[in-house]
DNA sequence: CCGAGATAGTACCGATCGTTCTTATCTGAC
DNA sequence: GTCAGATAAGAACGATCGGTACTATCTCGG
């Protein structure tokens, strides 16, 4: 049967209703392990729709890294926003972070397990996650910049290491807890700097 | 044709080359992505001893894991048995993280990449990946109660987080300072402990 | 020197993969 | 009302996957 009833025709709502089926069944189970004909099935659209819209598997992946790496990036800039300036930003991200962690499903950073996943090919996902790194040492280093921090491009460096860390021990150990503790991790080298 | 002339025909000696040329081939290109055909063409054996051996795939995955984290275990402690006591026997685990991080087509700690892979199942890259940790833990806890630290427990959590976020972003970054950066933090954990 | 076991090489099986194609139907602009 | 484009459903294709079967040959203990 073709188009459902009832539902629009609108192919900018087709694009995202697939971005976002494919990035949840990618999330719980990955990226190679899902066949093209699983993201049909959970975004309610046919493969010629998906072809269509990305070209190809390889296509869909990187949509859907770089629709997740943008809104990360405005989710991160938006608490940071909301907190007074100084410390609180910085904690104001970890802050963030301990709460995705206790997300029910959360399986740590998708750039990085997709990079993870394509290890051995310099693609876009090898690209993506590489720029969601600069990305958290750039916050970073704002942020502390504007907290006087004597050297800011160096605890920034820090920070990421604590951040990727503790998201993919979370992610393996199921433990939720490591969002305190990489906060109490902050708040050392936020001393210390 | 059938066995190599000049070989010998030795059981635990194919068995160890097969374990070799897997966890080469799959710390390079991933293990979704690698093949049976490709392990036994990289081992230079057939896919029957292959299968003999090892029963499945999956049970050739959880060899080359349990293989690994045995040598990575071993070499932790050998490491620590060469430094003197007290802090010095932390730092030498970094020392030996740098080291490691600077190996040509360093790709990352095959545990938490193998469990990433497979993060839909709670099968043995889970478990391998979870206890890989549980033994930082521990190595670290014992050294920092040696170390004469308050709360070791705490401080040997945080070391683990350090040493994880260090392993992905150099890996991800392919860059080998992440050694050193990590080193750092870990002296200035150790400062406030 | 002979039999049991190990091995390489290769063909093969069913399943699934990414991708393309066909068909039928619906939507929306004119 | 008509028609171009979007879509769903699914068949089909070649490739590859994990795994098995078969054959021929080698090693080694007795």
């Known amino acids: 049967m073709p188009v459902k009833a009832g539902e629009r025709l609108d192919p900018e709502a087709t694009r995202a209703r697939i971005l976002a089926a494919a990035s949840e069944v990618f999330r719980r189970r ?5 066949g093209i004909n699983e993201v049909a099935e ?19 992946v990187e949509a859907v890294l770089t629709d997740r790496t943008q809104r990360v990036r405005a989710w991160y800039q938006q608490a940071v926003d909301r907190a007074d300036a100084g410390r609180d930003r910085i904690l104001a991200v970890f802050d963030l972070v301990a709460a995705w962690y206790a997300e029910a499903g959360f399986r740590g950073c998708a750039m990085m397990n997709a990079a ?8 876009a996902p090898q690209r993506l996650a590489q720029e969601h790194l600069t990305f958290y040492r750039d916050l970073f280093g704002r942020l502390l910049t504007e907290a006087g921090v004597r050297d800011p491009a160096t605890t920034a460096r820090q920070l990421v290491i604590v951040l ?5 021990v979370s992610a393996i150990d199921r433990n939720p807890a490591l969002g305190a503790e990489a906060r109490v991790i902050v708040e050392t080298l936020l001393d210390a700097a």
């Open 30 to 34: 990955g990226i190679h392990a899902v």
């Open 42 to 60: 959970a975004a309610g659209a046919s493969k010629l729709t998906i072809y269509r819209n990305f070209g190809s598997k390889e296509g869909l």
């Open 116 to 123: 993870t996943e394509d290890r051995a090919h310099d693609g």
């Open 164 to 168: 990727e860390g503790a998201t993919i």
